[in-house]
């Protein structure tokens, strides 16, 4: 707390002593003045540069870049007016120093394009802690006081036994692993593309190399920040202990489904784009994760089934080794009917079904039985495209066969059911009954 007031106390004798010099005075009413003109540009070019901005298309970064200029333009114009009035000052010598325009052309320059970078950033917190931390080292670079501010930072910290961690500590630390993160997410989703081009790996692999790409990048990054800022990374064997105790107790399940997720695409049981049925669950695989996988079933919905339970659980993969599927109509018909002739019909009005496999496997029917009011049999017919739904071409299938029978009058039988009154009832004096009890 000290330091800090000797650091306050010493900057604000030195604004005071600034202030009541007239070269000082004088460079602070150009200053307002041109802030003023700078705001006077900004409203009157800002409209007519967003009328432009939006006839840009398909350019989502491009956009995003010109808008952060253009929501700043007073800073744009603020700095240029500053830089003309910092040369006219310089040519001139008057005033005797110039060294306010000067440091106040800098700085409004630093914070626009700081201000611009920040909000080019995906994650507002992200870029507010990045704008803050940025503006405040550029400016003191810039005023020259940039040793004590490290000083002053430095001094807030705490003590771990020998090992102290300051204010200014944390904050290098956070520097250095942001940028090492985002150049590792921004390397690792580079390769990750170019594997995913790869058309000699299979699906599965290409995933897995991925994954482990990114995650190893991502390892690396912290280690490298960890080493920056001075950390001992031998400390890190405390650290593994104390981790591999909350995976006993508390983390079992994360990291279960993970090593389920590595196992799965090792083993390459499932891979995107296969239709698989978990349950009453039945879709195609989108995407695999580190903890999950993504099934999207055909009324659009999109399950996140646990890794977990895709190897604990039984999975039906329709399209695992082969992508022919076989489904199976039963249906019955009257005893009126030639069971030959039934046989024939259901057979050609199923093949000419588009989705119907009637080259490689063609369609056959079986009679299976004789019911109580029908004579039963079994279609059976091969699809290649299970991913487009089960239950629309049962529903087609059983269509046709109902068209095909119409046509040629063969009847599809319900069953009847005689009730037997083994009680009958006696009427006494039929003349008393009134005629709405008959």
């Known amino acids: 707390m000290d330091k800090v007031t000797a650091f306050l106390a010493k900057y604000a004798d030195l604004a005071v002593d600034l202030l009541l010099r007239p070269a000082v005075s004088i460079q602070l009413a150009i200053i307002a003045v041109l802030f003023l003109c700078a705001l006077l540009l900004d409203r009157f070019v800002e409209p007519r540069l967003e009328a432009r901005a939006r006839t840009i298309k398909g350019m989502k970064g491009l956009l995003r870049l010109i808008v952060a200029f253009m929501r700043r333009l007073e800073w744009l114009f603020f700095s240029f007016l500053l830089a003309i009035a910092f040369v006219i000052t310089d040519l001139t010598h008057w005033p005797d120093k110039n060294y306010l325009l000067f440091s106040a052309m800098l700085l409004s320059g630093a914070w626009l394009l700081i201000a611009v970078v920040s909000h080019v950033i995906r994650s507002r917190f992200v870029g507010k802690a990045f704008s803050i931390i940025a503006w405040t080292y550029v400016a003191a670079t810039i005023l020259g006081i940039n040793d004590d501010v490290a000083a002053l930072v430095d001094s807030v910290g705490f003590s771990m036994g020998d090992v102290r961690i300051s204010l200014l500590t944390l904050i290098q630390a956070a520097l250095i692993f942001s940028v090492l993160l985002w150049l590792a997410l921004g390397i690792g989703n580079f390769l990750d593309r170019r594997i995913q081009a790869v058309d000699e790996l299979t699906p599965s692999l290409r995933v897995l190399i991925g994954k482990i790409l990114r995650i190893s990048l991502i390892i690396i990054a912290i280690l490298m920040a960890m080493s920056g800022v001075g950390i001992d990374l031998t400390a890190l064997t405390i650290l593994s202990g104390a981790i591999g105790v909350g995976i006993g107790f508390g983390l079992q399940k994360v990291v279960s489904n993970f090593i389920s997720g590595i196992i799965i695409l090792m083993d390459q049981s499932i891979k995107p784009g296969d239709t ?150 006696t009427l006494d004096n039929p003349a008393t009954l009134d005629k709405k009890d008959l």
């Not at 993504?294 to 890794?307: A, C, H, K, M, Y």
């Not at 339970?309 to 030639?338: A, K």
């Not at 039985?369 to 529903?395: A, V, Y």
Request: aromatic residues 12%; hydrophobic residues 40%; glycine residues 6%.
């Open 276 to 425: 698989i049925s978990l349950g009453e669950t039945f879709g195609w695989i989108r995407e695999l994760r580190a903890r999950f996988v993504s099934v999207v079933t055909r009324d659009g919905r999109e399950f996140l089934i646990p890794n977990e339970d895709l190897i604990t659980q039984q999975v039906i993969n329709w399209s695992f080794s082969d992508e022919y599927v076989r489904l199976d109509v039963p249906f019955g018909v009257s005893y009126d009917s030639d069971p030959h002739e039934v046989s024939r019909l259901a057979i050609e009005s199923t093949s000419a079904l588009e989705r119907v496999d009637s080259v490689k496997n063609s369609p056959v029917c079986w009679m299976t039985g004789f019911g109580d009011s029908s004579i039963d049999f079994l279609l059976r017919f091969w699809i290649r495209d299970p991913q487009k739904g089960l239950t629309n071409i049962r529903g087609k299938v059983l269509l046709a066969l109902w068209d095909t029978f119409k046509e040629h009058d063969i009847v599809i039988p319900y069953p009847h059911r005689e009730v037997i009154m083994k009680s009958p009832v």
